[in-house]
């Protein structure tokens, strides 16, 4: 007999989603889809605020990737006031901006990805958590733990929190580096360095264990999207880069251009829009962002370690772009790497605690746009304020919502290559889960939008007849 299975929520992902399956009579999968069920409107309660606030008030939009708000909230601003901020500013930024890489990254690899990876698809399930992890090898835990804290403790002392920072302000920074947390955080990134060659050791060990399986999950081809600084990976500031599914470059665009080159298509069953590349159309314009999507467009990293990581990554497709999914675990902890060596180039910069972070900020009306690199994709932030400063329109794109349609296509591959004639047990709906998880979506920042609600409200009789559909497009 047909019927659904449902996933619900799914777990060790930031939020909260759904999976539906749909088996035929056979228990074959005929279809099945990843929503996000949450609807929060954050980009519409945001109009009519002062365009200032906008850096404290959208890191409340998550707290697994404020940073990344705060930051694109920030750069945001500037254009829209017109100011040229200083260089020590634009350092602590990005400094704040490696912290954040560094925690998430951890985070999500280690907690929230590793469990499946490290004991293998058949483990059992109360083994397949960080506890696990922690009683399995309690070593690797507690520099999982470490590592993950150096990260948060960094943040705190850029930010000013270590969760919602306050530190970026139009025109810069409200506060200086002080010298002190200077030789602290030089001390600590060592100290990360070395947990990420752990990180990178186990990553090695997956990609390894699971050589034969690699192909086979969700590997697919799309079109890659991501910031890049003369071709080099770049993470806060850059050219918006698009390649196809060769490699070759379809095109460079300024990022404030956005509009004119990514178009976001509705389906009626999701209340999320998905963006895809405006002049290949919908679907063929459907890119990835993110670890696997930045190291796809790169040709390089500027710094030497996750440099030469990156030579190794280009060779799992003889030097086309890497289309399985399961790679994004890889990518990410390349990732950590420049982000740890990059850090560290900061710090190592005396200009990194000159006190002069900030510029004053005259200008009130405009229009600005924002982006940057979060550890989840590119994020973009979009103002329009008027005489008095007050924002008459706001439009956000967050990281995770670039890579909905290719996390839906991921979903519907492994839940159709698993799940055969009714076999329908927990290890084989985990890998369905373990899907989404390459991807390290943030429900929570996927939820704020407000765009095309699609709502229909069925109206049924006692004798469970519809009687009537009332249907509204948003
Ligand atoms: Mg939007
Ligand atoms: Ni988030």
């Not at 929520?9 to 949450?38: A, C, M, R, W």
């Not at 001390?187 to 390894?208: D, I, P, Q, S, T």
């Not at 706001?394 to 979903?411: C, F, G, L, W």
Request: hydrophobic share 40%; aromatic share 8%; charged share 25%.
């Amino acid at each position: 007999m047909a019927r659904t299975i449902t996933i619900d929520p799914v777990t060790k992902v930031e939020g909260h989603g759904k999976v539906t399956i749909q088996l035929d009579d056979n228990g074959n999968v005929t279809e099945s889809h990843f929503y996000i069920q949450e609807f929060r409107g954050f980009e519409k309660f945001c109009e009519g605020r002062m365009a200032w606030e906008m850096p404290v008030i959208t890191t409340r939009i998550c707290g697994i990737c404020p940073v990344s708000h705060h930051l694109a909230s920030a750069k945001a601003c500037d254009d829209l006031f017109g100011v040229d901020i200083p260089p020590t500013a634009k350092m602590l930024r990005e400094l704040m901006h490696m912290c954040q890489m560094i925690h998430s990254h951890a985070l999500h690899f280690f907690y929230l990805a590793a469990p499946d990876l490290l004991f293998g698809l058949d483990a059992p399930p109360e083994q397949r958590n960080v506890i696990g992890v922690l009683n399995a090898n309690p070593d690797l835990g507690k520099k999982a733990i470490r590592l993950r804290q150096i990260g948060q403790s960094s943040i705190e002392k850029v930010g000013g929190r270590s969760i919602h920072p306050v530190s970026a302000i139009p025109g810069g920074m409200s506060k200086a580096l002080s010298h002190e947390s200077r030789f602290i955080m030089i001390k600590e990134m060592a100290e990360a360095l070395e947990l990420a060659k752990l990180a990178l050791g186990a990553v090695k060990g997956v990609n390894e264990k699971y050589r034969d399986l690699i192909p086979t999950f969700a590997s697919f081809k799309t079109k890659y999207m991501g910031l890049v600084n003369d071709g080099a990976l770049e993470l806060y500031d850059g050219t918006l880069r698009l390649i196809d599914e060769n490699g070759g470059i379809i095109e460079d665009f300024d990022p404030k251009d956005y509009l004119n080159h990514i178009a976001e298509h509705t389906e009626d069953w999701t209340y999320l829009k998905f963006p895809y590349h405006k002049k290949s159309g919908w679907p063929n314009g459907v890119y990835r962002v993110a670890p696997l999507g930045r190291l796809n467009i790169a040709e390089r990293i500027s710094t030497p370690l996750a440099n030469a990581e990156l030579k190794e990554f280009k060779q799992l497709n003889g030097g086309k772009p890497v289309e399985d999914s399961l790679y994004y675990h890889y990518a990410r902890i390349i990732e950590l790497l420049y982000a740890i060596e990059w850090a560290q180039e900061l710090l190592q910069n005396d200009d990194i605690v000159c006190k002069d972070v900030r510029v004053p900020v005259a200008r009130q009306a405009g229009e600005g746009v924002g982006v940057i690199e979060a550890p989840r994709g590119t994020l973009i932030h979009h103002y329009k304020a008027d005489d008095l400063g007050k924002l008459e329109k706001v439009n956000i794109i967050v990281s995770t919502a670039h890579n909905y349609s290719s996390m839906d296509r991921a979903v519907n591959e492994v839940a159709k290559m698993v799940l055969k004639n009714n076999r329908v047990e927990e290890s084989l709906l985990n890998q369905v889960e373990m899907a989404i998880r390459c991807y390290d979506p943030c429900l929570s920042c996927a939820t704020h939008q407000m765009g095309k609600m699609p709502l229909e409200v069925q109206i049924v009789t006692s004798g469970g007849e519809i009687a009537k559909t009332v249907r509204r497009d948003g």
